[in-house]
């Protein structure tokens, strides 16, 4: 994977109130979990949850769906275990050489 699409990814996981929020729809699985739930369960204000959000998406961390007035984040796992791959891919792999 690119260099520059990894350090997008990780800077957007670098914020902690983003990292929470990402924590928090990993734990909610395949499913997703509503706005409103995260919203309540993190405490943080709509305007800037609403923010942090965007920024998952657009790094590619996450997706949204609208089920009539409720709007789920989907946690896009195979981007989470593409960045992953970037560190592990190449693991070690100087002491193989030697």
Excluded at 25 to 43: F, M, N, P, R
Aim: charged fraction near 25%; proline fraction near 2%.
């Amino acid at each position: 994977m690119d260099i520059d699409i990894i350090a997008k990814a990780l800077k957007e996981l670098g914020h902690p109130t983003r990292l929470a929020v990402f924590k928090r729809l990993v734990k909610a699985g395949e499913q997703g979990i509503s706005v409103g739930t995260v919203q309540e369960e993190l405490a943080i204000p709509g305007s800037t949850l609403s923010h942090h959000i965007s920024g998952l998406v657009s790094a590619g961390f996450i997706t949204q769906r609208r089920e009539g007035r409720t709007l789920f984040c989907v946690v896009e796992y195979k981007k989470l275990e593409s960045v992953l791959a970037f560190f592990q891919d190449e693991c070690c792999i100087d002491e193989q050489n030697l």
